[in-house]
């Protein structure tokens, strides 16, 4: 039992035992025993996936508010279970905290983090609280779960399926730059963008909605940027793909920055990563479905390009339809 | 995409991959998409525990071994699930990793993590590799399953029940004390209390077969002391204990220190921690069956004392049956 700014790990479990809700049906043992325990509901099989974001290395705390990280932090982990189509059920969060945080910085965390699970009904069941000399960090582990028919990998895309992404990706990366710059004031648009950063909101119902009607014939959720976890699904899936700028989805912010920078912003948005939108592949027989759901305005989908015969590799045009060189976009050559 | 010391993130999921088994009947999807996926066995809940060893909160560099750390790592939180009687299934890794491991330290730590999980046939199903510029740390998450009949929580125990420990708790601590010495050589009885705490051994067969028999109405593995993980059972069950120095089992290596250092030793034996060994309580129709499985030498357990009926609390009665300041020792007086 160690103590940092008068706040002692036992207080921190304590607090978090009586602000989060253990109401669950399936929940048979939640926080307070040696392990948490659940049953699966029949027909399911569990999901299950673990990210840290450390100090540093993911945020800093001259910019990062800290419910906006326990936000982030739970998104992240949420979204890998987005991208698998399943729901999410259950969360454990690992908590190393550092001296350079308070009690009132932790409770904002917790605060941030509560609400990500609220969003999609999910229950935090267990985790762990320490005190660390150096380097604030969280990791989230996310349990969901999914009927196994429904479940959709990075394995399923075959030549000649489109390939969509959700939402506006690269407003993340682009949010991004604009927090490192530091400055004390941002315009409306700019503080749109970090919020994208900021908050990313897992897309859950989404990919319940393309897993389910069986739209999506492989998903990732964006994390590493478009080019790198394209490169993800083409690697797994054993195809390669063409995508074009001038299909590109952006959001009125980045196509202002876009319209100002070109190139090097297009580097970013295909590059940076954190955007949590989906990535996702769509075989032709489904292609009229997904379109009524864009239509209908059930999802924003955008089709970015197309699947082809091959060995992985991908193709960006820009719009001269000249390639791009991908090594600029995130593109890796070795991903496994 | 991080590189530290010529290692990348992608290049030590690569190794990891290589030598980590994932043939598992119920797994589905393993290692390399958004979320691993399995099924539960029909009949069985399963149990998820997580656990961070961090450095110089938990260990040092300078004492600490990779391979028993890799090892350690794992069986903090195998020894959860064992706790449960349940049976290990599944495991996510998140490494946390900074420029003062090289690729030797970080495959000898994986090596040493592997062979404990292969003790009982876990398979490392996800995790998350992260380059931090400071503090190594290591999260291990642990999955398992029990039949929800056999599941043993703290909260089973009643006025009358016996209480017993496995193994010789308190061997960790005054292994971690010598450790701490940072000597050149240690004698052959120290090194023993050393390989104690830096190799900690689940109890996981004997977990399940305290819960397969029913024989344990309360159970918890030991990682922060006698008198606190007692604490834990105590407040959870709503009953008190009260336990003997003369019946606590002493490995020779301890009984050794007890001998010269007298109450200091005894302080680190119930208050000092990371044993993993089996804390548990025995109804008195359980007491033949429990007595028959040690004369068998099919567990090693000793009874160091009671419970009984009242506002859980703690008595530890020394060699001459007076009360100790249980402050000393451990107990918290509120945890929850």
Same mark, same amino acid.
């Given at each position: 039992?160690?103590?940092i700014n008068?706040?002692?790990?036992?207080?921190?479990? &304590?607090?978090?035992?009586?602000?989060?809700?253990?109401?669950? =049906?399936?929940?048979?043992? @939640?926080?307070?025993?040696?392990?948490?325990?659940?049953?699966?509901?029949?027909?399911? &099989?569990?999901?299950?996936?673990?990210?840290?974001?450390?100090?540093?290395?993911?945020?800093?705390?001259?910019?990062?508010?800290?419910?906006?990280?326990?936000?982030?932090?739970?998104?992240?982990?949420?979204?890998?279970?987005?991208? +698998?189509?399943?729901?999410?059920?259950?969360?454990?969060?690992?908590?190393?905290l550092t001296s350079s945080v308070d009690?009132?910085?932790?409770? !904002?965390?917790?605060?941030?983090?509560?609400?990500?699970? /609220?969003?999609?009904?999910?229950?935090?069941?267990?985790?762990?609280?320490?005190i660390a000399p150096a380097?604030?960090?969280?990791?989230?582990? !996310?349990?969901?779960?999914?009927?196994?028919?429904?479940?959709?990998?990075?394995?399923?895309?075959?030549?000649?399926?489109?390939?969509?992404?959700?939402?506006?990706?690269?407003?993340?990366?682009?949010?991004?730059?604009?927090?490192?710059?530091?400055?004390?004031?941002?315009?409306?648009?700019?503080?749109?963008?970090?919020?994208?950063?900021?908050?990313?909101? $897992?897309?859950?119902?989404?990919?319940?909605?393309?897993?389910?009607?069986?739209?999506?014939?492989? +998903?990732?959720?964006?994390?590493?940027?478009?080019?790198?976890?394209?490169?993800?699904?083409?690697?797994?899936?054993?195809?390669?793909?063409?995508?074009?700028?001038?299909?590109? $989805?952006?959001?009125?912010?980045?196509? /202002?920055?876009?319209?100002?920078?070109?190139?090097?912003?297009?580097?970013?948005?295909?590059? @940076?990563?954190? =955007?949590?939108?989906?990535?996702?592949?769509?075989?032709?027989?489904?292609?009229?479905?997904?379109?009524?759901?864009?239509?209908?305005?059930?999802?924003? /989908?955008?089709?970015?390009?197309?699947?082809?015969? @091959?060995?992985?590799?991908?193709?960006?045009?820009?719009? &001269?339809?000249?390639?791009?060189?991908?090594?600029?976009?995130?593109?890796?050559?070795?991903?496994?």
């Amino acid at each position: 039992m160690v103590e940092i700014n008068g706040i002692e790990e036992r207080e921190i479990v &304590q607090w978090i035992k009586k602000h989060f809700n253990q109401d669950d =049906d399936d929940l048979s043992i @939640g926080i307070g025993d040696d392990c948490a325990s659940f049953n699966t509901r029949k027909g399911h &099989q569990t999901l299950v996936s673990t990210d840290t974001l450390v100090e540093n290395t993911h945020f800093e705390l001259n910019w990062a508010k800290p419910g906006n990280l326990g936000e982030k932090s739970a998104a992240v982990s949420l979204s890998d279970i987005a991208a +698998m189509g399943g729901q999410p059920r259950y969360a454990l969060l690992n908590l190393n905290l550092t001296s350079s945080v308070d009690k009132r910085w932790i409770k !904002a965390y917790l605060k941030g983090f509560k609400n990500a699970l /609220a969003t999609c009904k999910c229950v935090l069941i267990g985790g762990n609280v320490t005190i660390a000399p150096a380097g604030l960090g969280f990791t989230v582990t !996310a349990i969901g779960e999914v009927k196994p028919e429904h479940c959709v990998t990075r394995a399923g895309a075959k030549p000649g399926d489109a390939v969509y992404v959700t939402g506006t990706p690269g407003d993340s990366a682009l949010g991004l730059d604009l927090l490192r710059e530091k400055r004390r004031s941002y315009s409306t648009a700019e503080r749109k963008l970090i919020s994208r950063h900021d908050s990313p909101k $897992p897309r859950i119902g989404w990919g319940q909605l393309l897993a389910s009607k069986k739209i999506a014939s492989a +998903m990732i959720d964006i994390s590493d940027g478009v080019a790198m976890d394209l490169e993800r699904v083409l690697t797994t899936s054993k195809v390669r793909a063409t995508i074009e700028l001038d299909r590109f $989805p952006l959001s009125k912010e980045s196509a /202002a920055i876009v319209a100002k920078k070109g190139e090097t912003a297009w580097r970013r948005i295909l590059g @940076g990563g954190e =955007d949590y939108e989906l990535l996702f592949t769509v075989p032709p027989s489904k292609q009229a479905s997904l379109d009524r759901l864009i239509q209908s305005g059930r999802i924003t /989908a955008t089709r970015i390009g197309a699947t082809s015969k @091959g060995a992985p590799s991908l193709r960006i045009l820009d719009h &001269q339809e000249a390639d791009l060189d991908i090594d600029n976009y995130g593109w890796t050559h070795n991903l496994e």
